[in-house]
């Protein structure tokens, strides 16, 4: 691969989660090959044989914890066999490292049901534990569903294919959160969703299943845009899509939803964090808990630290196996902690069912007019993070990143992640999008084979079906998911900047950066800048629902910071004589981005 396609490569590789190791670097040995014979005798190789169960994958090179002053595997060049797309690979292997998937997803799939439905007060549809639990199972299904949609590679007609077929797994995309949230904030505003008042003067915000209908209707509606993009070639969504708007959608999203995770980290981002004096609220998550401190208490932010701190001694002492998960393993510690000091509230787990299943509970669908334009915004990031990632799934799996078949593999992804944006509407999910993270499974694993991809499916689909381990996720209390959830934000953050970092930072690029960060950023650090702009009180119902989804855009930097790239890419010269330096082939390959 030439330097260019390398760079490429980087800049397309948008990871959720710090880079893994560099085992992805180390040339692969050849997998074995499938086995040869009918049907009957390859199932009878494949579940009657040891080489056929097991293989002869090192499975201690997945499990062995990384020991203090010793080299890595990968230095020592001493690395298991690489299984590649269409190697045979033993059952056991695939089960294993489909766990493998399904764990290091799981943070990411009920972080987004988590926060949207958590009883937060105005940014939350405010759902009983039922309703949650619920989400968190239907998330985990979807999850499920839909990645194999993405594994799988269907031929549709001329060139055109629905799906990757790669080891590409789709979850809750967190693009959708800050939108979704605007959205929650205005029909609580306008009265859509109820809210109630005590004789202390608390407010109590209602469940709101309507707001939850209006989001899933406009999101299903905004679908058709990404589905459309999928027809257009490639290489002009990566012109209009280029590194410089990728990397600022992708910082932007981060930024905001630490906010969420702070909130949290301190707490709860409910009533209590306002720290009311006296009343239900008075302490978080409320005076009913088992245990409960008021908002920012070190309590709290010692729990959050604990979670915290977790995640970075996996990735200094863990196994491979334990690295790929070590979200998971950093909430699992702060739940035996926090479990062990009385702060869980059981109610949850023993009120929800055994099983649980898709449309058990139903939402009114409908468009909510103020957020169509928003949505498209969203779906304009889920086509761009679709392309980067598929782009570093073909790179860990030592596939072409050019030519006919890598762009057929771009098109067949981009046109899944938004028919799965429709489906997962239909199925009462959020927004699906392509997973980065399980990117650096494939390359510490050394394993890209769909098989794993298909057992990753089926591990979800147990995880969401078995309703009480979703209700575990509604006892853990929010201090310990804040911990969590601050560092999977802050690395969609770093994500961003990553991306970034591959730009040749002429000053097109830093006008756009800057540009963009203005408002987008602006936006953040001063809230309520556009709050007293719009103050129309009229009956015009058309020219209101403009003027809210004006509010709307600009109340969410993420949609308006990207907006403002993609605008500043397009009509910005590549002129020499303007910006100084660049010299006439490095113009070129600047407009060739």
Known sequence: ???????????????????????????????????????????????????????????????MPRLPFTKPRAIRKDVPTFYYLNDDIPITIAIVLG?????????????????????????????????????????????????AVQITRFKLFGKYYLGTGLLSVVGTSFATLSTAQAVIKQMYANGTCSTSTAADGTTTYLPCPDAYGAILGTAALCSVIEIALSFTPPRILQRVFSPVVTGIAILLIGADLITSGFEAWAGGSGPCIDRPSSGYYSDCPNTGAPIHYPWGDAHWIGLGFLVFASIYAVEIFGSPFMRNIQVVLGLLVGCIVSGALGYWDRSSIDAAPVVDFLWTQTYKLSVYGPAVIPFCFVYLVLAMEAIGDVTATCDVAYLPVEGEEYESRIQGGVLADGMNGLLSALMTGTPMS???????????????NTAAGYACCAWLLIFG??????????????????????????????????V??????????????????TIGLGNY???????????????????????????????????????????LNLILPYDADIYGKETDEEVADLKRQ
């Open 1 to 63: 691969m030439d330097t260019d396609a390398k760079d490429k490569v980087e800049v397309a590789a948008l990871t959720e989660q710090p880079a893994m190791d560099v085992e992805a670097a180390t040339e692969p040995a050849p997998g074995p090959a499938a086995a040869k014979g009918s049907l009957a005798q390859r199932l009878k190789h494949k579940f009657t044989t040891y080489d056929g169960l097991f293989g002869t994958y090192d499975y201690a090179f997945l499990c």
């Open 99 to 147: 766990f493998q998937h399904a764990l290091a997803m799981l943070a990411g799939v009920v972080t987004v049901p988590l926060i949207l439905t958590a009883q937060s007060g105005v940014s939350g549809l405010n759902f009983d534990s039922t309703q949650r639990q619920h989400q968190i199972s239907v998330a985990l299904i979807v999850s499920g569903l839909l990645s």
């Open 434 to 448: 392509v997973f980065a993270q399980n990117n650096g499974v494939i390359a510490l694993t050394r394993c890209a």
């Open 465 to 498: 079906i078995f309703a009480k381990f979703a209700a575990v996720f509604i006892a853990i209390p929010d201090a310990v998911l804040g911990g969590m959830t601050t560092f999977l934000f802050a690395s969609v953050a770093t994500s961003g900047i990553r």
């Open 500 to 517: 970034l970092s591959f730009l040749k930072w002429t000053r097109r690029d830093r006008i756009i950066v800057a540009g963009a960060l």
């Open 525 to 567: 650090l001063v809230p309520t800048w556009f709050s007293y702009i719009i103050t129309y009180a009229g009956d015009n119902l058309a020219l209101t629902g403009f003027l809210d989804a004006i509010e709307i855009i600009v109340s969410s930097g993420f949609v308006s910071g990207s907006f403002i790239a993609i605008i």
